[in-house]
């Protein structure tokens, strides 16, 4: 079946680099996704790859997939104190037509000054 | 672009009552918009897939009696939550996407149902 495993947690020194991990088991998954949560907000979108692509970046954010091992992280450089927050990863399913998301359980990123 | 709106930001009702939120696209029109349910400190739940003009798509275990789905025009989707109990209180998020990805999130609404 499809699912999308992240660790729980993640705790950073800003300024050092932070990475998140994700895997995933639907090996036809067409697009793959980076979302930011803050407290009380919705889902802001911070990046996707399209599954035929190794690497994107995008300011301070590299996202790097390893398709044979169905792995994806999100590198963020340079980590603020403003970074804080739980950061899911999701991907689109394609037997479903209208772009079901299958998201993992989220990494709460914690960044000390 | 692409920003995502909902209506309201929070919402306290009695049990029994009905609760309508509202998700609208403000620069772009939606094929299609999805409703999730997120519990404290967990996951997003995909509750239903809606798109203009015809019925959702509940996922499996979602009461399509009690969750009311209505996507009226290519920029708003509404959700009822029909005699609300005490174990409906959550936080509910739309998104909405175009043709193809990605799917852009609402800013979420915190139902309180005493």
């Known amino acids: 079946g499809e699912d999308v495993e992240q660790s729980l947690f993640l705790s950073v020194r800003e300024g050092d680099s932070s990475v998140i991990n994700c895997t995933y088991t639907?090996?036809?998954?067409?697009?793959l996704y980076w979302y930011k949560q803050e407290p009380g907000a919705g889902l802001q979108l911070l990046t996707y790859?399209?599954?035929?692509?190794d690497m994107k970046q995008d300011q301070r954010l590299t996202v790097l997939l390893n398709k044979k091992d169905k792995h994806l992280s999100l590198r963020i450089a340079d980590t603020q104190t403003g970074d804080s927050a739980i950061y899911f990863c999701?991907?689109?399913?394609?037997?479903?037509?209208?772009?079901?998301?299958?998201f993992g359980q989220g990494t709460t990123l914690q960044v000390k000054p | 672009g692409a920003v995502v709106s909902q209506h309201p930001s929070r919402v306290i009702c009695k049990s029994g009552t009905s609760v309508k939120i509202e998700c609208r696209s403000l620069?772009?029109?939606?094929?299609?918009m999805f409703w999730y349910r997120q519990f404290p400190k967990k996951s997003l739940m995909l509750m239903a897939t809606?798109?203009?003009?015809?019925?959702?798509?509940?996922e499996q275990g979602v009461e399509k009696d009690k969750f009311l789905i209505n996507h009226a025009s290519l920029t708003l989707s509404t959700l009822t939550v029909t005699s609300a109990h005490p174990e409906d209180s959550s936080f509910y998020i739309c998104?909405?996407?175009?043709?193809?990805?990605?799917?852009?999130f609402g800013p979420g609404t915190r139902l309180l149902v005493l």
């Open positions: 999701a991907e689109s399913i394609v037997s479903s037509n209208t772009g079901k998301l299958i």
């Open positions: 620069d772009f029109q939606a094929t299609t």
């Open positions: 790859i399209f599954s035929n692509m």
């Open positions: 998104s909405a996407r175009l043709a193809g990805p990605p799917q852009y």
């Open positions: 639907d090996s036809s998954s067409t697009y």
């Open positions: 809606s798109n203009e003009g015809s019925k959702a798509t509940y």
